[in-house]
């Protein structure tokens, strides 16, 4: 195209030349013509010969013809009408480029003469290009953030039409960020300019792209397009930003090692480099270094050792996450350390009192003091003792409590407690403590000794020998130690007179009791006294028990006649008649026998006779009756040996020698009425021995009461009554006789009954009741003391 242009100014100039050389020449006139470019071959472009006022003959004769400064045959001319027309469609772009306007000069030749005409035809343009840009693609790099405003040059393009419709201006299809902006030269041409708009962000538009359109302005317009691809350039604006400012995580304290704890994110929206994050603790504390890790690239943290709630709770990690540009973001992580029910109650004793002595109110035994070193319900504790014990837990001040006796504690119930003090938690599983105590009560002299019996009856047998263990008496004493070590002794008799230390001893160690004489029956039959049990405490305790030693008997006195004497000066004779019917009471041999029981249970019987077979003795009561029918040829005197023997084991007996004389003449009975007896008794002092016995009879209003009364009576005066009395000689002992048989006697009546001495009053005294607690006394004090004894009977 330049070179086509150059071309073509070299002909306008020859052209111009030619044309000025011409009117020199000539001097003639010329005619100016118009014509649109790309006309058809032959389209009409004027008429000569009326632009140049010739006539069309002229224009034949004279031989005219229209030639061009280069030769080209562009028009030619009608000669029979003057009519100019084109030879060939022009290209006005072809033969003027961009010189407007497009004029071709003619000239018209005619002979004859001869003349030059000068012809101009003005080649009009015509919309028949559209503009062009010679890149169909156009490609910027801008690099983000360039500042609003900023102008980025842009390739034109090309319009070879001219004037009109050359190319009139640029538009761009719409965008965010550009418009377009159109500079003129000064030498009219247009370029298109991209002016910024709006920041460009590489985050968030890495690239775009829009259509460049060139429109001419003709009518109508045409146009050409290219692509503008507009590359963005990333620069590092961007710090690393986490998901989160800030993470909460929970996390058990139990949780392994290794376990993952959190994964931290952080992006950055640069590219490359800029945008490769690593993430690190800042400014971590010793303990969260010792505990997390964290992975650079993933920003996982996990956990490198083990956790306690009860050390720390919760860790604040600041996390940084770092691009390769250097710039960083932060974020908190908050890992609070969950508790977990792993630590049990924990008893910390403060102070124990044991042993706690028996008997004192509300003691504080024990203060203590719980923990548990989880929190929460893990941390809540309950505490408790079992129920079946006397003792209460109090809950104190903070986490203090005291273990108190209920009440007070008998050491003789239950000397040791077991206590186990259990601390539960609440939490989930529950975990407990068990504390166990051992509980000593301590002895307190309270309890006395306690005799295994209130009395004791103990039984020995009479004519002991000496020392003689007779039974022992046990205390025992509930308490422990010296309160519980028993002294025994003999306590004081109340009768001050009784020689009973002279009697019995005690073991004061083992209550063992001894006999120190002989003791007899017939003497002391009951030997009452008190022992007493004492233990060591401070102050000592002591009880007392009844020993009552029953003296048994032995067969060891003989049965003693009282009646008929014997060994009197005077001995007495029996009177019978002869006349005395069989049957007849002769007389009855009265003996008694000092023992008792068995032993004192005689039986009678005839040992030897004058004449055998005239008298009989009745075995049981002594009556020596007659046997048989007497006759004037039994002699008058017998002599009857009678054998008085007791039941004993061996038996003892005693014998006596009876005298009867057989009379004429005298049938009277000859025991009196006992109120013969008292009128003889006042006529004469008379020897009474009285035997009463007093039998018990089992019914409560029955009372018998059997006495018989042996009266002797011996009327010294009387002078048929041969013979006289004396008093027995000896101890006169009374005795109970039990003639129930029934062997019970349960309460006992002692009367005192005392022979006088001094064989010539020979009398016979009924004193008193004794009492029990009275001494045995005489009533007076006289040469020659009584003989004295007591009688007994019983009710029951
Ligand atoms: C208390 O415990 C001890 C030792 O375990 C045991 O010997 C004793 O018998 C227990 N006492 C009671 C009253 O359970
Ligand atoms: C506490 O005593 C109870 C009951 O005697 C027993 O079962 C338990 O094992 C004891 N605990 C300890 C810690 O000795
Ligand atoms: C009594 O007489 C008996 C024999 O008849 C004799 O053995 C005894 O010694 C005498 N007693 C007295 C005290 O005279």
Redesign the pocket.
């Known amino acids: 195209m330049e070179n086509g242009g150059a071309g073509a100014l070299r002909i306008r100039q020859v052209l111009l030349l030619f044309v000025l050389l011409g009117m020199s020449q000539a001097g003639s006139k010329s005619g100016r013509f118009s014509v649109a470019e790309e006309m058809q071959s032959g389209s009409y472009v004027g008429n000569l010969a009326k632009d140049l006022g010739l006539e069309v003959g002229e224009l034949f004769s004279r031989g005219a013809q229209v030639v061009s400064n280069d030769n080209k045959h562009r028009l030619q001319l009608d000669l029979n009408n003057g009519n100019l027309l084109l030879s060939e469609a022009l290209d006005r772009e072809e033969l003027c480029g961009f010189t407007e306007p497009c004029v071709l000069h003619f000239q018209v030749l005619m002979k004859n003469p001869l003349q030059i005409l000068r012809i101009e035809l003005e080649v009009r343009d015509i919309n028949d290009h559209s503009p062009v840009f010679l890149e169909k693609e156009m490609l910027l790099e801008i690099p983000e953030h360039t500042p609003v405003g900023a102008i980025f040059l842009l390739e034109s393009a090309k319009d070879l039409d001219v004037g009109i419709n050359a190319l009139k201006s640029y538009t761009i299809s719409p965008n965010s960020h550009f418009r377009i902006k159109m500079r003129v030269n000064p030498d009219n041409k247009k370029y298109p300019e991209l002016v910024l708009d709006k920041a460009l962000d590489y985050e968030e538009q890495s690239q775009l792209s829009f259509i460049l359109t060139a429109v001419d302005g003709g009518s109508p317009p045409r146009s050409g397009t290219a692509s503008v691809w507009v590359v963005v350039v990333d620069s590092n604006d961007n710090s690393p930003e986490f998901e989160q400012q800030f993470y909460e995580v929970k996390i058990p304290e139990n949780s392994i090692q290794g376990s993952l704890v959190v994964t931290v994110a952080a992006w950055d929206l640069d590219s490359g480099k800029n945008g490769e994050i690593s993430y690190t603790f800042s400014h971590a504390s010793e303990d969260i270094r010792k505990t997390f890790e964290i992975n650079q690239k993933s920003g996982q943290v996990t956990l490198t050792s083990s956790l306690d709630f009860e050390t720390i709770q919760s860790y604040s990690i600041i996390i940084q996450a770092t691009d390769g540009g250097g710039l960083s973001g932060k974020s908190t992580v908050r890992i609070q350390v969950m508790d977990v029910n792993d630590n049990t109650p924990e008893v910390t004793v403060s102070s124990i009192t044991s042993p706690i002595p028996e008997n004192s109110l509300e003691t504080v035994v024990m203060i203590f003091s719980i923990r548990d070193r989880d929190s929460g319900d893990n941390g809540r504790m309950i505490c408790s003792i079992p129920e079946d014990l006397p003792f209460v837990l109090k809950s104190s001040i903070e986490n203090y409590y005291t273990l108190e006796t209920e009440g007070t504690l008998d050491r003789e119930s239950r000397a040791q407690y077991?206590i186990?003090i259990t601390v539960t938690d609440l939490g989930t599983p529950r975990l407990k403590t068990?504390?166990?105590i051992t509980l000593m009560v301590s002895d307190v002299n309270d309890n006395a000794p306690a005799f295994t019996q209130t009395s004791y009856t103990l039984f020995v047998r009479e004519n002991n020998s000496p020392a003689l263990h007779i039974g022992s008496v046990s205390a025992t004493d509930r308490d422990a130690g010296a309160n519980a070590q028993v002294t025994y002794s003999l306590l004081p008799p109340q009768d001050p007179q009784l020689p009973l230390a002279s009697l019995v001893s005690i073991n004061a160690d083992n209550g063992q009791l001894f006999a120190l004489r002989a003791l007899d029956y017939e003497a002391l039959r009951v030997l009452e006294f008190g022992v007493g049990a004492a233990d060591r405490g401070s102050p000592a305790l002591s009880s007392q028990a009844l020993v009552r030693v029953l003296v048994l008997d032995a067969n060891d006195n003989s049965p003693f006649v009282l009646y008929p004497l014997q060994n009197g000066s005077a001995p007495c004779t029996e009177l019978v008649p002869r006349a005395a019917e069989p049957g007849y009471l002769v007389s009855k041999v009265v003996a008694v026998d000092g023992d008792s029981g068995q032993n004192a249970w005689l039986s009678y019987q005839l040992l030897k006779a004058t004449e055998p077979g005239l008298f009989s003795v009745w075995p049981h009561n002594g009556e020596v009756r007659t046997a048989r029918l007497l006759s004037e040829r039994d002699a008058a005197k017998h002599r009857l040996l009678v054998l008085v023997k007791d039941n004993g084991e061996p038996p003892l007996s005693a014998s006596v020698t009876l005298h009867v004389l057989l009379v004429d003449g005298f049938s009277q009975p000859y025991l009196p009425l006992p109120e013969a007896a008292a009128d003889a008794a006042q006529a004469d002092p008379l020897t009474v021995y009285l035997v009463i016995a007093l039998a018990s009879v089992s019914s409560l209003f029955l009372f018998s009461v059997l006495a018989f009364i042996a009266v002797r009576l011996c009327k010294r005066n009387r002078a048929a009554w041969a013979g006289g009395c004396s008093e027995p000689e000896g101890h006169f002992l009374g005795q109970l006789v039990d003639v129930s048989g029934t062997g019970t006697l349960s309460q006992n009546y002692q009367h005192e009954v005392c022979l006088r001495g001094g064989t010539a009053t020979n009398e016979f005294k009924f004193l008193k009741p004794i009492i029990p607690n009275l001494p045995l006394q005489c009533p007076e004090k006289e040469e020659n003391p009584p003989f004295c004894s007591s009688f007994g009977f019983s009710i029951q």
């Open positions: 077991n186990t068990e504390h166990n």
